[in-house]
């Protein structure tokens, strides 16, 4: 079936230092695939998404590419900040076009000044 | 615009009593999700409606769970005869439809359930 994986936090970094947080993934046919982030105290958002192979989704200085060859979809960012302290969701979405999410089990950042 | 809301944000019940919780999904929105979020399972699909075709309920863990949606928009979740396992942030989310495709999913603040 459809899964996603993503690594274990949770992940403590410096203000300023790079970010990578992996994300791999299963499922059948051509999934789109998302980055979701949950602050403290706050609900769901989306952060980016990319909709087919070699896409790249950016936002607030993330950026994620959708490797079909190796079922990756790994978040990057250049330069943390201590406001990018949260949970980090990476999904693809079961069914193709219309469907539920299927969400890994989340990555809690803390970014220390 | 207004987002999804969700109530009530906290719910404290005990075991053996049935809740219902309830999801306003953003105005024109065509689909509609719900999500549980617990510590040891992460992040859960329960069920989710598409206009007016029938649900899908694939996700829903016991036949103590049911969930409707009234005039194509207002959701509520009914959880009957609660168990302790059924402690978690119940998420909502709804979506916009275009063209066959669903567009990006957008989710509500979470209701709390405690079951002691």
Known sequence: GNSVTQMEGPVTLSEEAFLTINCTYTATGYPSLFWYVQ????????????????DKGSNKGFEATYRKETTSFHLEKGSVQVSDSAVYFCALLHGGSQGNLIFGKGTKLSVKP | G???????????????KDVELRCDP???????YWYRQSLG???EFLIYF???SAP?????PSDRFSAERTGGSVSTLTIQRTQQEDSA??????SPTWAGHQETQYFGPGTRLLVL
Request: with cysteine; aromatic share 4%; charged share 15%.
């Open chain 2, 89 to 94: 942030v119940y998420l909502c989310a709804s």
């Open chain 2, 50 to 52: 598409q206009g007016n």
């Open chain 2, 56 to 60: 899908d309920k694939s996700g829903l």
């Open chain 2, 41 to 43: 399972q992460g992040l």
């Open chain 1, 39 to 54: 602050y403290p105290g706050e609900g769901l958002q989306l952060l980016l998404k990319a909709t087919k192979a070699d």
């Open chain 2, 2 to 16: 207004a987002g999804v809301s969700q109530s009530p944000s906290n719910k404290v019940t005990e075991k053996g």
């Open chain 2, 26 to 32: 953003i105005s024109g929105h065509t689909a509609l």
